[in-house]
């Protein structure tokens, strides 16, 4: 695991949570609850990516399949 996606993971959290604060400020809370789900969204992708490389790497360790 390589310590970038972490630091990635961090900035896409912060950016959500300005933006949204923006957002709420400006009485746009549908919008800012977009926001939210979007970067939501990003980070489980970075996740998910990450645990299929585990997997991945489990599976060839134990030579399954």
Known sequence: ???SIIF???AVGIIVTI???ILKKSDRDDIATIV???GLIIVLA???SMITDLFEQVR???ELF
């Open 19 to 21: 933006i949204c604060q």
């Open 46 to 48: 970075t996740v998910i």
């Open 60 to 62: 060839e360790l134990f």
């Open 36 to 38: 939210s789900l979007v």
């Open 8 to 10: 990635r993971i961090a």
């Open 1 to 3: 695991m390589d310590i």
